[in-house]
């Protein structure tokens, strides 16, 4: 296959991590006979000190041109309050945009290797392995009315969260179609005792269930997930839930891998790859068995509190790239 990347760095460790991602991609692309074509473009902090903008034009244009997308990292202490628009992660939601991407999914998985990593117990942790589908492209980080306006007491900000039946169930077959692929046990998140909008998805969500009849489904409120996640994680395969509700618990699932390094995440739309494997599943199993080689090794930065002294991020991904071949 020849396979068209764009490279986007992003901002601080964003630039150091993609360094050795293309390092191991191109490794892959030897060892399994693919050509590779790599351009690079801007976005987030890096972005608006070159064009004044997180997500220029022209990254725009490569990323619709590209097949796929591998991103770094956004974000830098300089930008914390800039006004929205001037924003790093602006652009984040730029490119989902552009690119229809409306899925984010996000595996989390305890690696033997890092059990001592996670703050929690040993025996909370071990067996770990799910996937987060987080709605991308919808919710309260897209909808109007939104912004800041008046002064003094009247002050008043305002978020507005907005969900189509369209994306509630596009989404939500995705999420069943993952299941199917593993444990068959989808878990949907809402907040349906408050929000009608979380109202509405669980409707939806319901509504699409007997279309996959061989996964076990269940409703959960997300204050009780985001408990569920630190006290039983193994109970959950695969959890399918809102933008806002997504970022905030994928994220907690950095507690269960050790360090939120070990998170990585794909955006995918019904076009294109998007940041997927390309369906390529032996090169995509070749790199899963090599990380987890690196990590029984013990040769790991220091975020995953090695036992000995800690290796680069330059030297773990030489160790990736040498176990593949």
Known sequence: MQLNVLILPGDGIGVEVTREAVRVL?????KFGHTLRLTEGLLGGIAIHKTGTPFPEETARLAVEADATLMGAVGLPEFDNAPPELRPE??????RKVLGVYANLRPVKAYPALIESSPLKNHLVEGTDMIIVRELNGGIYYGTPRGIEGSGDTERGTNTMTYTR????????????????RRKKLASVDKSNVLETSQLWRRVVNEIAPEFPDVELEHILVDNAAMQLVLNPRRFDVLVMENMFGDILSDEGAVLAGSIGMLPSASIGDQR???????????????NAAIEAVLDSGRTTADLKPKGTPATTTEVGEAVANAIQ
């Open 273 to 287: 790859p998007s940041g997927d494997s390309f369906g390529l599943m032996k090169e995509a199993a070749a790199v």
């Open 166 to 181: 369209a994306e509630i169930a596009r989404i939500t077959r995705m999420a069943f179609g993952l299941a199917r692929k």
């Open 26 to 30: 191109e490794t892959v692309a030897t």
């Open 90 to 95: 602006k652009g984040l939601l730029g490119i």
